[in-house]
């Protein structure tokens, strides 16, 4: 169908996004190669030019070109000592056309946009590749930037030590202990670079490679995590940017950050459980579940309360078993993309009869250790945690009780729970003062970062922003689990500047 104009209604509510690559959700590294008010640029002097050579890699288009460029490491100290970003670019197709570059920006925190010219950037409508140069960057302490480790045991890379699980009776102090254990195996080997990982910090080597580029103004079409990063850079260099669109949403309460990312999850799942509930019991589906929709979440809640009791081992895996939690993590991993939907009814279907699928593939430990800690980094350096294990176990207890598919997680005691450095700046705060230049896009029911959140974006940047709010299933909204019509009204304005007046939905 054609979207309907709404005047969409603003409210607060809670927010989303697991934000963990890291911890979790996000894209792993592409196989590429006294402090200021965060509401004040650092600045620093111009970079030098770009000197582009051959990228690193396979499956990529011949005509991407990477580089590395210089940034403080401390933009206190802006002449101090310097890292490296490494950066990417695609040219324009058009020159004669060309109106200037678009930045992608990588979900995670601890994604990289590095392959994305080549990967996703193939994707845009050609007219828009025609009149941008599409560059991708991997954030500070990447691998391909300078790179920064934890040094975890190989227990700690797992997914459900990192997203929070509490025990199956409740019990937080396992994860305190976790939070302890990861965050001094931070502090011990990621030196000052761990410590100088943060979101303002991203926005402020984003405004170096736009200088870099000898851009004016900058474009960016920003993902999940990446919306945060966009809507920072957009606070932080208000007249640098150009046509920006945020897809995916988080909440940029600015008093939570990533603790309400986490929290969201409980929200996320909710409301894109029924979705999988009505494909796993459509008649025909080689891997139905249930009779009928209703039956699929008790199911669920009983064959994970089986798992805690009685583990199934699972060679290869990490942990080597499929408990409750690692039952709960592949489901809410699913929940971010229909494709998934299969394989998470394989698993189920499997574990109702003792057994177990082969293990899933699994990033080497060395991309582990280096996305887990710059995930972890940003998360903690954003905000102070709490550092109470009966914060932590009060907020599990509630959690449990009203959101039984997450078992409490998104309340629990991260690494950041025990990180053992303050933040350095207060995080910044998204207002609307700024041009009207952003573009959101956010399908109705995503697990990481759902409409609830995103619509406290958008009452942040208020007259900033207009938003697509699309009726679709699934985490990233344009050009992956959206509609046509987002993904037209999306394309229209990258190309053409043209922006709805008002909020749409696109059903």
Known sequence: MAHTRTKTTITRATALLAACAALGGASLAAPLAGPASASTPRTASTPPALDWTTCAGTGLDPRQRCATLDVPMDYDDPDGKKITIAVSRIPAERPEARRGALLLIAGGPGGSSLGDPSGKGRKLPQRVRDTHDLIGFEPRGLARSTPVSCGLGHADLAVTALRPWPAPDGSVTGNMATARRISQACARNGGDLIRSISTANNARDIDRIRAALGERKISAWAVSYGTYVGAVYSRLFPQRTDRIV??????????????????????????????????????????????????????????????????????????????????????????????????????????????????????????????????????????????????????????????????????????????????????????????SNILLVQNERDPNTPLSGALKMREALGRRATMVTVDSTGHDAYLANGNACGDRTVSRYLATGERPEEDIRCS
């Open 246 to 435: 945020l897809d995916s949403n988080d909440d940029p309460d600015h008093t939570r950050v990533g603790r309400g990312w986490l929290a969201a999850h409980e929200r996320g799942v909710e409301d894109t459980f029924p979705a999988f509930a009505a494909w796993a019991s459509a008649p025909g589906n080689p891997d139905r579940l249930a009779r009928t929709a209703a039956e699929v979440r008790p199911l669920f809640l009983r064959l994970a309360a089986r798992l805690d009791r009685a583990p199934i081992p699972w060679p290869g895996a990490n942990p080597e078993e499929l408990n409750g939690d690692v039952l709960r993590q592949t489901m809410l991993s699913a929940m971010a993309d229909p494709d998934r939907f299969p394989g998470l009814a394989r698993l189920i279907l499997a574990a109702e009869q003792g057994t177990v699928p082969p293990a899933p593939p699994s990033p080497p430990d060395a991309a582990l250790q280096n996305t887990i800690a710059v995930g972890t980094a940003t998360l903690c350096n954003d905000v102070a945690w709490p550092t109470s294990t009966a914060a932590y176990r009060e907020g599990v207890a509630r959690s449990r009780a009203a959101h039984p598919l997450t078992a409490g997680m998104p309340r629990n005691a991260m690494p950041c729970a025990a990180w053992p450095t303050v933040p350095k700046e207060p995080p910044v705060r998204i207002t609307d003062r700024g041009p």
